[in-house]
């Protein structure tokens, strides 16, 4: 069989920013301990005519701008910060991006691990008909209770990867090592819409998960870890990754050197928590900014609090560099606007999904906003109408 894999990865953030400093500042705190302690220098904030549908669908848009939508007869969509119980968010981004209506979407979830589950998915679609290639769509916006610890690793970004034969980027392996333990580090009842966390517990969760899942891999005859090049990982704040990293090479019993992981992190220290995006988030710094990964192995840990994880492995191909969409990521994080502390919290308290009539301000610059709620219903619109 050929390789099935990555074929294109595009980035998508909010429109405003809350640099750390300013929150530290606010609350108190000496800044270090968000650069150095929790390893994070701001995060992407939604405006409030944006959200999951519009941030997916400013990514997604990239990816068909550039391949179209031939083939493309699947999209999953991943994400826990959900705005509907029952209609997928890949609905809404089916209908924006005018994709046709032989198509199959639906909405994935498990904590931050959906993304990676969507990939899985997409691969096996792949792999019955090669002709066929999968649009997924993890996108989110993570948000805790102001005023707690978890507050300065909020964050909001979305990513979309098309998966197909014969892929640009990356070659995803056959194997892959997986491990689930039902634990509460994280979760987000129906009738909240900010989550609940034990940061704690989540670190020692996490670290469970990526050594089970390498366990797992290792079990299955995958890969020594002398033959993976480069390491990325879900990131709920890159401090998490850091620690993780170095338990699992204490565990393999290899040496730990952090620099190899920093580049993994760029995009991450700046956009915070993405939840589902968040692992594709470090893929695509480390695609964009690393030397030359021509024919590397690539390691990607994918963590789901509750808890899921999964260690997934690709061969990055031959020539990728000339597919990447080079400085876009880093332009988008540039151009967000600055949010005061208070008008941060402003649009923070305005946040939560509600089925309630409402209009919504046009502030977004993305290719999409959501305009408001109508008789119940959530409406979405193109900021600049077709020609
Ligand atoms: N300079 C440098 N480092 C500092 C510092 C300073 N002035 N002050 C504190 N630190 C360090 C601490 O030593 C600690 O480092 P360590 O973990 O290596 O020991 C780190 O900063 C965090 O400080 P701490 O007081 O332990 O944490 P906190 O109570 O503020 O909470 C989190 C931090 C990350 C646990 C919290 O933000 C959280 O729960 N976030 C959500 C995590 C999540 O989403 N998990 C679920 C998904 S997996």
């Known amino acids: 069989m050929s390789a099935i894999g990555i074929h294109d990865l595009a980035v998508a953030t909010g429109h405003h920013v809350l640099e750390l400093d300013d929150l530290a500042e606010r609350l108190g705190v000496d800044p270090a301990k968000y650069h150095v302690g929790i390893g994070q220098d701001a995060f992407s904030v939604p405006a409030p005519d944006e959200d999951i549908v519009t941030m997916g669908a400013a990514a997604a848009k990239q990816v068909i701008d550039r391949h179209g939508s031939d083939g493309i007869r699947t999209v999953l969509f991943a994400t826990e910060s959900g705005i509907d119980q029952s209609k997928a968010a890949g609905v809404f981004v089916h209908g924006l991006l005018g994709l046709p209506q032989a198509v199959r979407v639906v909405e994935l979830k498990q904590a931050c691990y959906g993304g990676a589950a969507a ?12 002709d066929e290639r999968v649009l997924v769509i993890a996108a989110d916006v993570a948000r805790y209770d102001v005023d707690t610890a978890a507050e300065p690793t909020q964050g909001a970004g979305a990513v979309a990867v098309l998966v197909s034969a014969d892929p640009d980027l990356i070659e995803i392996e056959p194997l892959s090592g997986l491990f689930t333990a039902d634990v509460d580090d994280f979760w987000r009842p129906n009738d909240r819409s900010t989550a609940l966390v034990d940061g704690r517990l989540s670190v020692s969760a996490y670290v469970d998960a990526f050594i089970g899942a390498w366990d797992d891999l290792a079990s299955r005859g995958g890969p020594a870890y002398d033959t993976i090049d480069r390491f990325v990982h879900h990131q709920p704040f890159t401090k998490m990754a850091l620690k993780a990293h170095r338990k699992l090479t204490q565990h393999v019993g290899v040496p730990f050197d952090e620099t190899e992981l920093q580049t993994g992190f760029t995009y991450n220290r700046q956009v915070g928590n993405t939840y589902t995006a968040s692992l594709w988030i470090a893929l695509a710094a480390v695609l964009d900014l690393d030397d030359d990964l021509d024919g590397t192995r690539v390691g990607m840990f994918s963590y789901g609090s509750g808890s899921v994880g999964e260690l997934i492995t690709g061969i990055v191909r031959p020539g990728y560099r000339e597919y990447r969409r080079q400085g876009a990521v880093r332009a988008d994080l540039e151009a967000r606007v600055p949010l005061t502390v208070d008008a941060y919290r402003a649009l923070h308290a305005d946040g939560a999904a509600t089925s309630q009539d409402v209009d919504r301000p046009r502030v977004t ?7 408001g709620v109508l008789g119940g219903a959530r409406h979405y619109e193109a900021t600049t109408p077709a020609a």
């Open 365 to 371: 610059a993305a290719p999409f906003r959501f305009a």
């Open 119 to 130: 990939l899985q998915l997409a691969l096996g679609i792949v792999a019955r008909n090669p």
